[in-house]
T-cell receptor, first 115, second 112 residues
Framework: KQEVTQIPAALSVPEGENLVLNCSFT??????LQWFRQDPGKGLTSLLL?????REQTSGRLNASLDKSSGRSTLYIAASQPGDSATYLC??????????????FGKGTRLSVIA | DTAVSQTPKYLVTQMGNDKSIKCEQNLGHDTMYWYKQDSKKFLKIMFS???????INETVPNRFSPKSPDKAHLNLHINSLELGDSAVYFC???????????FGSGTRLTVV
């Protein structure tokens, strides 16, 4: 059964720092991996989707990498801003040898960027 | 314009009542889902429907019954509500397999 772990659970950084959020998953036979952002009391906003055949995806100041064989992904945020404060969720779809499996989530990293 | 919309956004009700949450997507996706986010903010799959057919039914009390009248709608009916049912319920949709998910904004259910 697929399990997703995110480290750290919480992170506080000063504005302007570059930072890395980590995600690991137990079964490497995934279809894709998706990073989401959730603001307090709000829904999930998709940030980046990486297919199993891809190594990374970039959107603005965000870069997500995927090392499928080792079951790891990182989300890199450059030049952090207070508006980046939110919970970041990693989710994987798969394993791909089990049919139409649902997205499995980690417990998230709660990020605070201090002005 | 909303891709995945849920109603209501907030629902406060008494123990023992029956309530429904509605979800609609206008993305033309094949598959729809219900997720529950508990007090510790952990998101867990409850149900999945593909073209109106139930394909995933995790260990959820049978007081919860999903219904999909068509490919664009997936409703969640909950009977005999309990205090422990208080949570945020998210609807989502996707195409099959290698596509990403789109989530609704959630329904915050509070049972008193």
């Amino acid at each position: 059964k697929q399990e997703v772990t995110q480290i750290p659970a919480a992170l506080s950084v000063p504005e302007g720092e570059n930072l890395v959020l980590n995600c690991s998953f137990t079964d490497s036979a995934i279809y894709n991996l998706q990073w989401f952002r959730q603001d307090p009391g709000k829904g999930l906003t998709s940030l980046l989707l990486i297919q199993s055949s891809q190594r990374e995806q970039t959107s603005g100041r965000l870069n997500a990498s995927l090392d499928k064989s080792s079951g790891r992904s990182t989300l890199y945020i450059a030049a952090s801003q207070p508006g980046d404060s939110a919970t970041y969720l990693c989710a994987v779809r798969g394993p791909s040898n089990s049919g139409n499996t649902p997205l499995v989530f980690g417990k998230g990293t709660r990020l605070s960027v201090i002005a | 314009d909303t891709a995945v919309s849920q109603t209501p956004k907030y629902l406060v009700t008494q123990m023992g009542n029956d309530k429904s949450i509605k979800c609609e997507q206008n993305l033309g996706h094949d598959t729809m889902y219900w997720y529950k986010q508990d007090s510790k903010k952990f998101l867990k799959i409850m149900f999945s429907y593909n073209n109106k057919e139930l394909i995933i039914n995790e260990t959820v009390p049978n007081r919860f019954s999903p219904k999909s009248p068509d490919k664009a709608h997936l409703n969640l009916h909950i009977n005999s509500l309990e205090l422990g049912d208080s949570a945020v319920y998210f609807c989502a949709s996707s195409r099959q397999y290698s596509y990403g998910y789109t989530f609704g904004s959630g329904t915050r259910l509070t049972v008193v």
